[in-house]
């Protein structure tokens, strides 16, 4: 029985492992692709516009 409790966690990671990947392919592309997208544009300008602002005011 040692060999079954030492496979056993090595298994069970694999199949999360496994789930995680496949949800992961699914999800990309597909008609949540442009919101997807869109809330990355998104994060993108602030994180930015937070980076130019503090030159900005060092400037004046």
């Excluded at 997208?37 to 994060?43: E, K, L």
Aim: proline share 5%.
């Amino acid at each position: 029985m040692d060999y079954v409790s030492a496979l056993l966690p090595p298994a069970v990671m694999a199949v999360f492992f496994i789930g995680v990947i496949r949800v992961i392919v699914k999800t990309q592309g597909g008609a949540n692709k442009a919101k997807e997208d869109a809330a990355v544009d998104a994060a993108l300008a602030r994180a930015e516009g937070a980076r130019q602002a503090p030159a900005a005011r060092n400037e004046t």
